[in-house]
């Protein structure tokens, strides 16, 4: 499956930003999804994950209540609301697709990438 992530920019601390992610290749929804992130000088981080169905989520403690994921099975995309963003989410954020069934927040699990979309927060 190819992934092609988009949406990033530049915003103030405490603006939003929508990531969307849009799939291709296979079907869609087979797929687990999620969104992962890397800071500068850092190593990547799991942020968010769907199930394939959209039914279940989960998130990282430090963006949950304030991100929200979630996917189109028929427009073939997987989108992550970030709300009251904080310097500290500024990264590199990726959406990866998992074809293992089983949700997961282990980044070795995910099998197919995007390439990533630039997310910068200035206080």
Known sequence: VQLQACGGG????????????????????????????QAPGKEREFVAAISRSGSRTHYADSVKDRFTISRDNVKN????QMNSLKPEDTAVYYCAADGGGVMT???????????????????
């Open 10 to 37: 530049s915003v103030q601390d405490g603006g939003s930003l929508r990531l969307s992610c849009a799939a291709s290749g296979r079907t869609f929804s087979n797929y687990v999804m999620g969104w992962f992130r």
């Open 77 to 80: 995309t997987v989108y992550l």
């Open 105 to 123: 927040t282990v980044e070795a699990k995910y099998q197919y990438w995007g390439q990533g979309t630039l997310v910068t927060v200035s206080s």
